[in-house]
């Protein structure tokens, strides 16, 4: 298995209080593979993200438990030195927003050659035909010039271009992109999903794809994995999860989507908020704003139930749910 | 970049125009003969003021007198004292000593204050922290004469380790006056500092060069302190420029020979030409240093461009 996160578990030690990021996230990602997350803000979508990266703010945030492996090496117990050595080399991210997470004061250029000078050994004009060899790759048109351009004197697609092919520059077997299109024009989006999508297939990487964009995931997903309120709520392959959802937070989510055949009808919602993490409510976390929550879901923690085709879901009436009536 | 010089220097003509006029109007616009106070004890003889009137054109309307100072200025003749020295010759003796103390504080109050605000600012609160704080705290709580005092008098006297007036200014001797005339400036640039890279230090970029596997030093030294020296350095510049202005206090306790103490006197002794001398050329660099701030502003922030 290329990268495993197993029961996974964060908190965050804040002054009101612990919250209680991750409760056992597991998920894993097998080389040339889509793996997309799905959830809403606060799931803990990114914080997993961060923890397989090593890049948590610690303090306030604290794994507690669980495992991060690569190619079973287990990471949390490694040395700094060798978590250092596996990002960007062996796990690289890209992040949402690439104007802020790009520095604004080093050309693009820098930004991708210090990776291959500082973790190569490669020589300023080595590392800089390099960059412009992956500015290429990105199709940054006049790469040759645009690199000794600053991340401000790109367009919003470009910095996410730039930041992608800065993710590449070490070659890595994994690449986590944390929303790497919300930031940007629908048809920019989908511009940088295929340039995505036909890289990671080139390399043969794995892609963990963390998204609130049902659309996105549906086009590029293997395999899916739906969060809320820092559980796993549902795994399953993209085919089945669209054809007839698991469990009621993700059918509620599908049924919140607009769709061409029900033009002129008012959207659903998802009824309440999710759940503050410093107080997650007992039984189901998502019980609140279930519509069949019955009083099981109020005590008891549901746990993963099998669905046949290695599909999981943490729902005390899965089977039903997922074979009643779609929706 | 060349335009944006041009022009910032064409509009130092009119601030150059306006504050040296001001000053040179003030100084001679002041009620009471500037020569009758010169002959000690006793009145002047009327000759000697009315010679002396002359010379000065005191007689002449202030906007005349100013046009031909100016006059003057541009052919580089700063005019003579009342005692009949060169005006240039007394300032160009002060101020290589003021440059010297500028830099020695400047070099002080970077170094220190920009140390002591990156390590408070990369760990919140703890003991560091709180010491840089409450210190800076101390240093602005306190007058600089205090300061100077109190240091010349432990150190100077009691302590004997330096000597507690400077007899020559040279670097080593103005160290201690440095940290003196910087202590002030010093706790500000910590301040800034730390304010900074507190902020910046969750900034996004900084978890990117993390997640690109970059060293330590590297995320703090390359990434985040170029980004959060930007205003430190701008400070910096202003304040050289204040320095550079000369320090009355510290100038005046450690009896450096520089411009400080030679405008405060030149005003006692109601010398006119000495005084608006001085300020001619303390305006002259005030307005080359901002320039100057500007310009490395931009060299610092490539997001800021003057096209």
């Not at chain 1, 300023?124 to 010039?145: F, K, M, S, W």
């Not at chain 2, 000065?56 to 100013?66: C, E, G, R, S, T």
């Not at chain 2, 996004?204 to 997640?211: E, F, G, I, Q, S």
Request: aromatic fraction near 6%.
């Amino acid at each position: 298995m290329l990268l495993e996160v197993e029961d996974l578990h964060v908190e965050f030690r804040t002054r009101d209080g612990v919250a209680r990021v991750l409760n056992g996230v597991s998920y894993h990602v097998s080389a040339g593979e889509t793996l997309a997350v799905l959830g809403e803000s606060g799931s803990g979508k990114s914080v997993t993200a961060q923890a397989i990266m090593g890049i948590l703010d610690t303090p306030p945030a604290f794994v507690t438990r669980g495992s991060v492996r690569f190619h079973g090496e287990e990471l949390l117990s490694a040395s700094a030195d060798r978590r250092r050595a596996v990002r960007a080399s062996g796990v690289a991210m890209i992040f949402q927003d690439a104007l802020s997470a790009l520095n604004p004061v080093f050309t693009v250029g820098f930004q991708i050659e210090e990776q291959l000078r500082v973790r190569r050994g490669m020589s300023r004009a080595d590392a800089r035909a390099r960059a412009v060899e992956l500015l290429d790759l990105v199709r940054i048109p006049l790469a040759r010039q645009r690199v000794r351009d600053y991340p401000h004197q790109f367009s919003g697609g470009m910095r996410q271009r730039a930041m992608i092919a800065m993710s590449l520059a070490l070659d890595p077997e994994v690449l986590i992109a944390d929303e790497p299109t919300t930031a940007l024009d629908v048809t920019v989006q989908a511009q940088i999903m295929d340039l995505l999508a036909e890289i990671q297939r080139e390399r043969q990487m794995g892609l963990i794809l963390i998204t609130h964009d049902l659309g996105v995931v549906a086009e590029v997903a293997d395999r899916i994995v739906v969060m809320y309120a820092g559980r796993i709520v549902e795994h399953a392959d993209a085919v089945s999860l669209f054809r007839s959802p698991g469990h009621p937070y993700t059918s509620a989510l599908m049924r919140s989507l607009p769709r061409l055949d029900s033009k002129g009808t008012a959207l659903e919602t998802i009824r309440g908020l999710p759940p503050s993490l410093l107080r997650i409510p007992p039984g189901c976390p998502f019980h609140p704003r279930c519509s069949r929550a019955e009083d099981i879901c109020a005590s008891h923690v549901p746990s993963a139930v099998r669905l046949g085709f290695g599909r999981t879901s943490a729902c005390h009436f899965a089977e039903e749910v997922v074979g009643g009536p779609r929706g | 970049m060349g335009r944006y010089v041009l022009r910032r220097l064409l509009q130092m003509v009119p601030v150059f125009l306006g504050t040296t006029f001001l000053i040179y109007a003030l100084v001679w616009a002041v009620p009471g003969d500037p020569f009758e106070g010169k002959c000690g004890e006793r009145d002047c003889p009327a000759s000697y003021v009315a010679a002396m009137r002359e010379k000065f054109n005191l007689d002449d309307p202030l906007i005349v007198q100013y046009g031909k100072y100016l006059l003057g200025l541009v052919q580089g003749d700063f005019g003579l004292t009342s005692s009949g020295v060169e005006v240039s010759t007394r300032i160009a003796a002060a101020f290589p000593v003021t440059v010297r103390l500028a830099l020695v504080a400047l070099l002080v109050e970077a170094v220190i204050g920009i140390t002591a605000g990156v390590v408070s600012g990369l760990r919140n609160r703890g003991f560091l922290d709180s010491l840089v704080l409450v210190s800076t705290l101390f240093l602005i709580s306190i007058p600089v004469f205090v300061t100077g005092y109190v240091v010349q008098l432990v150190f100077g006297l009691q302590l004997g380790w330096i000597s507690p007036t400077v007899t020559t200014p040279t670097f080593g001797n103005l160290i201690v006056p440095g940290f003196v005339l910087a202590s002030l400036s010093m706790a500000y640039v910590a301040r800034l500092s730390r304010a900074s890279i507190s902020e910046n230090r969750r900034a996004d970029y900084v978890r990117t060069a993390l997640a690109k596997g970059q060293p330590n030093h590297r995320v703090v030294g390359v990434h985040l302190l170029r980004n959060s020296l930007i205003p430190v350095v701008t400070f910096l510049g202003t304040d050289l420029g204040a320095f550079l202005g000369g320090a009355i206090v510290t100038e005046g306790i450690f009896n450096v020979p520089g411009v400080g103490g030679l405008v405060f006197r030149s005003i006692l002794t109601k010398d006119g030409a000495m005084v608006t001398g001085v300020v001619t050329v303390l305006v002259l660099v005030y307005l080359l240093m901002t320039l100057l701030v500007d310009l490395l502003y931009a060299v610092l922030d490539p997001r800021i461009r003057y096209d």
